[in-house]
């Protein structure tokens, strides 16, 4: 077996010119940059809050709950959807993958610290380095907009897949979702960094070294998110390469209303200003905006219209039919 490569959390110039012409260099580079601080940015936590979070993402897209005896993750980044599903009792055994090996390093180490038991590889979803028919599900989060050969993953899932086992991907942006997250982000950030230049206000700018950073980072950002998704051209996807069940379902309306320009803000501030109280406020609101749009508008409104999609799936019991 070939040993995984280094990360490379220091890209030189070189390589990250190189990297807006090449989306998997791009997504490494910036992965692997991102991996040590990846955490902390996203709020992510191996506590109960994530716990639920992932549990519930899987049994919006699946309606239950597993155990399955084996899984492998795809896009792991630091572990978040799989050791969180694991300590939820969804899954027994996990692989972790990711094209960034600073990820896969993470992940293990996430994974060590509370006592799981998962092995990583650096690997393309596009080339999956396990054999057919070797685990129970495979998931993944956030992950399926940065893979360029979205069909060809597909194809790789349900060939490692067991016959009959599920596939659950969560955390992808749909095509209408985007186009209001995007302008509504964008809006947030001029206007906090433009206020913020008065001179009354000016204890809320971030010093503009980071805010160059930032938007060197956003920049790079928009080479790694390739695709948005129409739920039914998703679904489409996974039956083409010939998976079986599938269902795409949609969530987040309001939430995504509330939470992009509130993420876009923190951003745009110095953190030291925003302290507990506002991380409670912005969650809990989130939260219940949420489940309104869970509970309420996903009845009335059409799926197309919310931010977020997973698509779950099987492969045929009967491999024939592949
Ligand atoms: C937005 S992050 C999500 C990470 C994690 N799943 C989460 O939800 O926190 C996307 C991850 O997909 C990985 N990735 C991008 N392209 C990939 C590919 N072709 N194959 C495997 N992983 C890829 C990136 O390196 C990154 O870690």
């Not at 086992?165 to 749909?174: I, L, M, S």
Request: charged share 25%; with cysteine.
């Amino acid at each position: 077996m070939t040993r995984d490569p280094a990360p490379n959390p220091h890209a030189t110039e070189e390589q990250v010119q190189a990297a807006y012409q090449d989306p998997k260099l791009a997504n490494v580079l910036y992965h692997d940059w991102e991996a040590d601080t990846y955490d902390e940015k996203w709020s992510i936590s191996y506590d109960q809050r994530c716990i639920d979070y992932a549990v519930d993402r899987f049994r919006v897209a699946t309606g239950g709950t597993g155990p399955y005896p084996t899984a492998l993750e795809l896009g792991c980044g630091t572990g978040f959807f799989l050791l969180n599903l694991m300590q939820g009792g969804v899954i027994e055994r996990g692989s972790v993958t990711d094209l960034s090996p600073g990820m896969v390093e993470v992940a293990k180490r996430n994974a060590k610290s509370l006592g799981l038991d998962v092995d990583g590889r650096v690997s393309d979803a596009e080339r999956i380095p396990y054999d057919d028919n070797s685990f129970d599900i495979v998931v993944g989060h956030a992950v399926l907009h940065h893979i360029p050969d979205v069909p060809a993953a597909m194809r790789e899932v349900l060939r490692v897949l067991k016959p009959g086992g599920r596939f659950v991907f969560a955390g992808d942006p749909t095509r209408v979702g985007d186009l209001y997250a995007r302008k509504l982000g964008q809006l947030t950030w001029w206007l906090t960094t433009n206020v913020t230049k008065l001179s009354p206000l000016s204890a809320w700018r971030r010093p503009q070294e980071e805010l160059d950073e930032s938007s060197r980072a956003a920049a790079l950002e928009a080479v790694v998110d390739l695709h948005t998704f129409d739920p039914a051209k998703l679904e489409g996807m996974a039956l083409g390469a010939g998976a079986v069940d599938v269902r795409a379902v949609t969530e987040e309306f309001s939430a995504a209303l509330f939470g992009w320009p509130v993420r876009t803000f923190e951003a745009a501030v110095p953190r030291e200003k925003l302290g507990f109280g506002w991380g409670m406020f912005a969650y809990r609101t989130w939260q219940r905006l949420a489940k309104f749009d869970q509970d309420v508008l996903s009845k009335v409104l059409p799926r197309d219209l919310f931010y977020n999609v997973l698509v779950t799936g099987s492969k045929p019991a009967d491999p024939e039919r592949l």
